[in-house]
């Protein structure tokens, strides 16, 4: 057992860290909330020319042909940074499924998209329930001729606003109900019949309704195979998962590091509030959830570097990661007093993040029916 | 990064459990969940592990040990508790700190035979005005020629009734203007003249002991490190082992069990629907717990240090918290039934349930509460000030 990063790794880490320490400060992530594309082209296309976005892909498809843990170190940083924009809903949410199942054509058109900056990709997976479950797609794509045209509305879709193609699930099979008759779709985001709102969220990160009326897509446009897309979607969403706790990972890591250095140079009653046993015994219970939430988020993603199954995993790592980030940046607020419930600290920005990563892709709640149902319970 | 044990762990692992799986027979789990201490079963079977070395995997080959990593004390850990073997824990957490602060002539005369399971060591600190502040003991110790002259108590020396050594520490220099600098530590025989053992009993019924030194004349080779020394022997035997924590095997056969048990005996009523939750929330609990332990074990072995000491003192935290809440969740599935004692009509799974409950508190407070953990992390690892 070795859980330590690889020279290479540490480098990635400390580059992708610097850069962002740079050129991602926390007045450009606020000034993305307020923008209307949430993300900045210019960081994208320096994000993009440093090979972050194709950095799993492998080189034919102009990727840099590393693994899924390479990723995660950068899922991290970027979680710790509050990096803007639509990176993991292009490359986790749209390339990884194309790498995955996508026909020979459609690799050669869309990962070289990808890896260049080029095309940003959202998936139009979440319905009116909000649920990550098959019984919750009820949009329809009905065969004509060549094509499916497709009707439904799908919700709280991250990034679908400046999307140039989703990943549409839809019902093939209209009198299919459960797992059975689901299929995946390449849509082209300018086809006539998209229209796309966007939602004001707790993390201002630009998830949209998207209305789809009659969207005509062609027939080749069907990534995987028809009526049965549920097993790649399942698998899209446990890889989510687990990439989102790496993002989430980052993010409490900050939180922690900004505590423990503010509580070292708080002082109150004439001494650095970090004396008191309360403020250390909040702080060592934060570290516990930082340790524990990186532990099984990297043996996860080691997993899936490493072809092993991954899907009980997903499920108890981000049950935990879910929960122990709140009570991270709970504890953090509540270690800093008054001055991080300030709109313009950085703590909110944090405590804001936390809740949409917890909903990200299943809840703990959620999560912990998956872990239940593998003990044994039949549980719905 | 690789999270696998490696083929020599395997093997261990796979060498020691079925070792125990033939060996740790009904005779010895009995005298290990009597909780009253080792008997003649259970040192029987300490010494066919030693014969085999499984005590000491990680001592060099010289003492009686395989040269292994931390990983392989783990595995041991876990095997010995998923099988309710016997746990040579002190003598073990002893030896790991002879082999540090220990002269040559005491390694030889006790390790190879703690590794042997001949040599049972109980660990001596705490005193009744001495728990988590260990340095304000009162025992005290004087010299007298080649000896020193001990009077004084300690209590909670859980394995002072069966073992052969006391690993004692001291006063030596009442007037040591830090106190810490004035403690000394000593391998005394219990057999001495002048120490008497008291039995008190926990709520779980396990057996420790308040032990009682008067005049106990100990010979000054059996001293460990320097004369008012003391303080880093301790350090060193806190702070020796590195690993130990990880694998949960024996946790999750109780979740296991207990999801056998509401599936199979338990009524499915509307009541209940919490269960399947709260179970999962264990299991999820006793991983991440797990893969912690395994990662800081892992780095212990490779000499890394991580930033703020890692993840081994954490997982040991989380551990103890889990295993409280997984005997809470056990009684609460029981209902009424789990207050049954393990003889009584009705008894669900044996008893043993209500038994861990009882015993769930100790883990929490036995070898450093959690408190004093939570201020070894935050000022040691962490880097906040002390007072």
């Known amino acids: ?380 | 990064m690789d999270f696998e044990l490696n083929p020599e762990e395997k093997a261990f692992q796979k060498e020691i459990r079925e070792f125990l799986d033939k060996e740790c027979n009904e005779n010895v789990v009995a005298e290990v969940d009597s909780m009253l201490g080792e008997g003649p079963y259970s040192k029987e079977l300490l010494r066919k592990m030693g014969a085999r070395k499984l005590l000491a995997p990680t001592w060099p080959v010289e003492y009686g040990g395989r040269g292994m990593g931390h990983m392989a004390e783990t595995i041991k850990v876990d095997e010995i508790t998923t099988h309710h073997a016997p746990f040579p824990l002190d003598a073990v957490e002893i030896g790991n700190s002879l082999l540090i602060v220990g002269n040559e002539e005491q390694k030889k005369r006790f390790l190879p035979g703690i590794a042997k399971g001949e040599i049972e060591f109980a660990l001596g600190y705490s005193e009744p005005n001495a728990g988590s502040d260990v340095a304000s003991v009162q025992l005290r110790s004087v010299e007298d020629g080649d000896h020193f002259i001990l009077n004084g108590q300690k209590i909670y020396n859980t394995e002072a009734h069966f073992s052969d050594y006391h690993w004692l520490l001291t006063k030596s220099d009442p007037n040591a203007v830090k106190k810490h600098r004035g403690l000394t530590l000593f391998m005394v025989d219990l057999k001495s003249p002048g120490i008497t053992i008291r039995p008190l009993i926990t709520m779980a019924g396990l057996r420790t002991n308040e032990v009682f030194y008067e005049d106990v004349r100990v010979p000054k080779k059996n001293m460990v490190g320097e004369k008012n020394g003391g303080w880093a022997v301790l350090m060193s035997a806190l702070y020796g082992g590195g690993g130990g924590g990880g694998l949960a095997t024996g946790t999750k056969k109780v979740i296991d069990t207990l999801v056998k048990y509401v599936l199979e005996e338990k009524q499915d009523t509307d009541e209940n629907q919490w269960i399947p939750d709260a179970l999962a929330d264990l299991y999820i609990r006793t991983q991440v717990g797990e893969i912690m332990g395994l990662r800081a074990t892992a780095l212990a072995d490779l000499k890394v240090t991580p930033p703020y000491g890692g993840g081994g003192a954490a997982s040991r935290l989380l551990g103890g918290d889990t295993r409280r809440l997984l005997y809470k969740t056990a009684m609460q599935i029981l209902g009424p039934y789990g207050q049954l004692a393990k003889d009584s009509k009705w008894a669900p799974l044996n008893g043993e349930i209500l038994r861990e409950y009882m015993d769930a508190p100790r883990w929490t407070i036995v070898h450093g509460s959690q408190e004093i953990q939570k201020l070894n992390i935050a000022t040691r690892g962490l880097g906040l000030p002390r007072k």
């Open chain 1, 1 to 380: 057992m070795d859980p330590r990063l690889s020279e290479e790794q540490e480098i990635l880490q400390k580059s992708a860290r610097d850069f962002l320490t740079e050129k991602c400060p926390k007045s450009l992530v606020r000034e993305m909330e307020k923008d209307e594309k949430g993300y900045s082209p210019q960081l994208w296309q320096e994000v993009a020319d440093l090979g972050w976005m194709g950095l799993v892909f492998p080189e034919k498809y102009g990727g840099a042909g590393m693994s899924f843990l390479d990723l995660a170190i950068l899922l991290e940083e970027m979680g710790r940074a509050c990096f803007p924009g639509p990176f993991f809903s292009t490359v986790i949410l749209g390339g990884l499924p194309i790498l995955d199942i996508g026909s020979d054509e459609q690799k050669e058109k869309y990962l070289p998209q990808i890896a260049s900056g080029k095309a940003i990709f959202a998936l139009a997976l979440t319905e009116a329930s909000g649920k990550y479950e098959a019984g919750a797609i009820k949009a329809k794509a009905t065969a004509d001729k060549n094509a499916y045209v497709i009707n439904g509305t799908k919700l709280f879709i991250t990034d679908a606003y400046v999307a140039d193609y989703f990943l549409c699930i839809a019902r093939t099979d209209a009198k299919s109900k459960g797992e059975e008759g689901i299929t995946i779709f390449i849509v082209d985001a300018k086809s006539p019949g998209i229209s796309r709102t966007v939602l004001k969220t707790i993390a201002m990160d630009k998830q949209c309704e998207v209305v789809f009326t009659q969207v005509k897509v062609p027939k080749e446009n069907i990534l995987g195979k028809l009526n049965q897309g549920w097993g790649e979607v399942q698998k899209i969403i446990e890889r989510a998962a687990i990439a989102k706790c790496c993002e989430m990972v980052g993010g409490m890591q900050a939180v922690l590091d900004m505590t423990v250095a503010y509580v070292k140079e708080r002082v109150q009653f004439d001494v650095p509030i970090g004396v008191f046993q309360a403020i250390q015994h909040h702080c060592v219970n934060m570290l516990v959830d930082v340790e524990g939430s990186r532990a099984v988020a990297y043996e996860a993603a080691w997993r899936i570097s490493t072809g092993r199954p991954y899907s009980s995993e997903a499920a108890i790592t981000k049950a935990w990661v879910s929960d122990a980030y709140y009570r991270v940046v709970t504890l953090g607020t509540q270690a800093h007093g008054g001055v991080a419930i300030i709109e313009d600290h950085d703590m909110p920005l944090y405590y804001r993040r936390a809740k949409a990563a917890e909903l990200a892709f299943g809840d703990a709640r959620f999560h912990r029916k998956t872990v239940a149902r593998k003990l044994g319970f039949a549980v719905d």
